[in-house]
């Protein structure tokens, strides 16, 4: 079986920067996902790492540490449109497909 | 506009009844994938399916069922409705599986009076 665990709720001010960590058990590993979703619509693909480091996409990077089971989404120079759940999530590919599955998400709340 | 077409956008009914949720994949995208978020909850992976056939299976129930039509369409078939079933019902779509993200769609919210 899987199991991701996230914080449920992280709060900071613009231009701040917050850390969303996120461990997971899982019997077989294919890479690290991050989602985010804004109140009531559709989660978007933020990114992905499958080896261990840092992966930089403009204001958002995501680390990874395999031997830890560990990653965390860095969100630097906060705007209040990220205001919004994060989700992690990982692919087992130990059974045939490797669904996808989803930590309960962080919810990050910009204040002025 | 992530390409994935889901329909309705809302649905109400009563307990005891059946529905019908649609998914329109991304153009060229093989996988498609059906999620349930209840209130405040997480995503839950209901079932995948990779080019009309079924790849995986989550925490679906008996009474929930799906399948992927030569088209690459899919989908999800809710029976024997109850109060509890009422959620945001996510379709998504990917090239293959693996590293490939996912495409979400817009979404059904189902609410079963």
């Known amino acids: 079986g899987q199991s991701l665990e996230q914080p449920s709720e992280v709060t900071a001010v613009e231009g701040a920067i917050v850390q969303i960590n996120c461990t997971y058990q899982t019997s077989g590993f294919y890479g690290l996902s991050w989602y985010q979703q804004h109140d009531g619509g559709a989660p978007t693909f933020l990114s992905y790492n499958a080896l261990d480091g840092l992966e930089e996409t403009g204001r958002f990077s995501s680390f990874l540490s395999r031997s830890d089971s560990y990653g965390y989404l860095l969100l630097q120079e906060l705007q209040m449109k990220d205001s919004a759940s994060y989700f992690c999530?990982?692919?087992?590919?130990?059974?045939?497909?490797?669904?996808?599955?989803f930590g309960a998400g962080t919810q990050v709340v910009v204040t002025p | 506009d992530s390409g994935v077409t889901q329909t309705p956008k809302h649905l109400i009914t009563a307990t005891g009844q059946r529905v019908t949720l649609r998914c329109s994949p991304r153009?060229?995208?093989?996988?498609v994938y059906w999620y349930q978020q209840s209130l405040d909850q997480g995503l839950q992976f209901l079932i995948q399916y990779y080019n009309g056939e079924e790849r995986a299976k989550g925490n679906i129930l008996e009474r929930f069922s799906a399948q992927q039509f030569p088209d690459l369409h899919s989908e999800l078939n809710l029976s024997s409705l109850e109060l509890g079933d009422s959620a945001l019902y996510f379709c998504?779509?990917?090239?293959?599986?693996?590293?490939?993200?996912?495409?979400f769609g817009n979404g059904t919210r189902l609410t079963v009076t």
């Open positions: 153009s060229g995208d093989l996988s």
């Open positions: 998504a779509s990917s090239v293959g599986q693996g590293s490939s993200p996912l495409h």
């Open positions: 999530a990982v692919r087992d590919d130990s059974d045939s497909w490797g669904k996808l599955q």
